[in-house]
């Protein structure tokens, strides 16, 4: 997720901040090269330039060129206007009743798996979200949709095979609905490879009779260039109030998240962040604007770290830690809960200073063999580690398909680790920050 953009920024404020004194000469470098990393990002030429006017005319006033540090002046205004750009106006999805989302979008953008995340996503918010397929031009959709919803325990209208009246479908879906108990209803609709006049006239009588309180328009982070022209014509035509991307986590640029919202002043309400079901995020402009700039995002770090941190265990592990007792069972255990937080990428771009950390430099495979030989140990030898012998441990490669080396690396990395947990008090306090996430 613009990893490109953040290694290229980056580079340019490292080299701003060994600067003592920042001159006018200092700043217009800097901002050709930011603008030249916007527009390789895929960052639309209009975009890119207002956003490099409005950035120069702070940066060139005197709190930057007489600040202490002028270096760190800059990197906040550009954080500023990065916030701002891609969002500063963010609102929460609208959600009174009769509280319905109408996802629109072109083809192969998402929009189906993107209104059953949504619908997961409010699920676990404690609302009744019910699914309501209304794209009759291509049955997939409806299947997939009614596939997606059982994947989800989310009730999925479905019209009949040969319905092809969006507005007589949608309203016998609302008609449904009323039986669902529900308290959101959030329509799929048909797309296009393009946008074309009857799809336009078919979703503006759709609008028309719903009158959804959001209108979500689906977009591909990785659409580059035509991310413009998509947002503007959907803007134009149906007024929308929010935008979700999708595929954030494929793309290296990104540059259409930035080009979208400022072209149709609309906010970005939600990313999709992978392709599983519970991989989609309300988006926050600040944290992502840290991230791009290798700031991190400690706070959605903590975020996730809550949905996955189970407080009883919280406290089976500070009495474990409290008597040294920890072992391989309690090793594998914290293994899985780190695996559950989402794409180990994912979680060190939310790291300061870890944001450009090359995807190579994380051997998933590495992980992978440091589960296995875990697992291919018994459960006395995960309990009691000290029992193992040259022996067990020519078993325990073998059963792992690894090497010896490699099961001597690991249990020499658990014994710093548990030589490093005997520290009772910093221990018991970083449990005790865990604990409180989960309040």
Not at 197 to 212: A, C, G, T
Request: proline share 4%; with cysteine.
């Amino acid at each position: 997720m613009f990893s490109q953009l953040g290694d290229r920024l980056q580079d340019i404020f490292k080299d701003l901040r060994g600067h003592g004194s920042i001159s006018e000469a200092n700043i217009n470098d800097a901002l050709r090269q930011v603008r030249l990393a916007l527009l390789e990002a895929d960052v639309d030429f209009q975009v890119a330039k207002n956003f490099i006017a409005r950035v120069k005319e702070k940066a060139l006033g005197e709190e930057v060129l007489r600040s202490v540090t002028p270096g760190q002046q800059m990197v906040k205004i550009f954080h500023d206007e990065l916030t701002q750009l891609l969002g500063g106006d963010a609102a929460p999805v609208n959600l009174q009743k009769p509280a319905r989302i109408l996802m629109v979008g072109l083809n192969g953008a998402g929009k189906t798996t993107s209104s059953a995340k949504l619908a997961a996503l409010l699920k676990k918010q404690g609302r009744n979200p019910v699914l309501i397929a209304c794209d009759l031009q291509r049955p997939a959709a409806i299947e997939q949709l009614a596939t997606l919803g059982r994947q989800i325990d989310v009730p999925v209208y479905t019209p009949p095979a040969d319905e092809k009246d969006v507005v007589r479908s949608a309203k016998a879906g609302l008609a449904w609905a009323e039986s669902q108990n529900d308290n959101v209803e959030i329509f799929d609709t048909a797309g296009r490879q393009e946008i074309d006049q009857p799809l336009v006239e078919e979703l503006k009588r759709l609008r028309d009779f719903l009158e959804p309180q959001e209108i979500l328009l689906v977009a591909d982070a990785a659409t580059g260039q035509q991310a413009v022209s998509v947002a503007t014509h959907f803007n134009d035509a149906l007024q929308i109030t929010g935008i979700v991307l999708t595929k954030l986590d494929g793309d290296a640029r990104g540059g259409a998240a930035l080009s979208m919202r400022e072209v149709t002043q609309r906010p970005i309400k939600f990313a999709g962040v992978g392709e599983k079901l519970d991989e989609f995020e309300t988006f926050v402009p600040d944290r992502l604007a840290g991230r791009i700039l290798g700031m991190g995002d400690i706070v959605g770090l903590v975020e996730k770290a809550a949905e996955v941190f189970d407080e009883e265990e919280a406290q089976r592990m500070e009495r474990k830690l409290r008597t040294a007792s920890f072992d391989f069972n309690d090793f594998l255990a914290q293994f899985k809960m780190m695996k559950r937080m989402g794409p180990l990428e994912n979680i060190l771009g939310m790291l300061p200073g870890m944001s450009n950390v090359p995807a190579a430099a994380i051997d998933e495979k590495q992980i992978k063999r440091t589960e296995a030989i875990v697992l291919s140990m018994t459960s006395e030898e995960r309990t009691r580690p000290d029992i193992l012998n040259a022996r067990r441990r020519q078993r325990i490669a073998r059963g792992s398909g690894s090497t010896v080396t490699e099961v001597n690396e690991l249990l020499r990395r658990f014994d710093q680790m548990r030589k490093m947990m005997k520290n009772a008090g910093k221990m018991k306090k970083m449990m005790a920050q865990m604990a409180r996430m989960q309040r």
